[in-house]
């Protein structure tokens, strides 16, 4: 087979160029996805934090002999060994005490900020403050007196 001078038989530069602009154009969607899915596993798993803590502070606030400082100390414990600042918490336990087989209530609240989404939401948004990338997960447990 004789070739013609000038001329390649498998001329694949533009097939390259077309790649590489394929990937620009792909990449920025699918880091946005990889961090989405990051950030989202990051607050459910806060989130459960959060109600597991609520709930072994429930537990205690139904006992006869438990006050509010003990709930909240329990809350605190429970922050604390999940690395989360007890401060930012806040706690509301209604019908603690109120008789045997009456609810009580323990809500849980807590802001959580994302990380990367966070950043970039509060930068795209400008100067006004009302949108500051975080969101505040909550959380009741309700459990009969003893």
Do not use: C, H, K
Request: no cysteine; hydrophobic share 40%; net charge negative.
């Amino acid at each position: 087979m004789t070739r013609r001078p000038g001329f390649r038989a498998f001329d694949r530069g533009g097939e390259i160029g077309q790649s590489l602009v394929e990937f620009a154009l792909i990449l920025p969607l699918f880091l946005g996805l990889v961090v989405g899915i990051y950030e989202f596993g990051r607050a459910w798993n806060v989130y459960q934090v959060l109600t597991n803590t609520a709930r072994e502070g429930a537990r205690l606030a139904v006992i006869p002999t438990s006050d509010q400082s003990d709930v909240q100390t329990v809350i605190d414990q429970g922050l604390q060994r999940a690395a989360l600042d007890p401060s930012q918490a806040t706690l509301a336990v209604t019908g603690l005490g109120d008789g045997t087989g009456s609810p009580t209530t323990v809500q849980l609240s807590y802001p959580y900020q994302f990380q990367f989404i966070g950043p970039v939401v509060a930068f795209l948004q400008g100067p006004d403050d009302s949108m500051t990338g975080g969101i505040t997960l909550s959380t009741t447990v309700v459990m009969r007196n003893e």
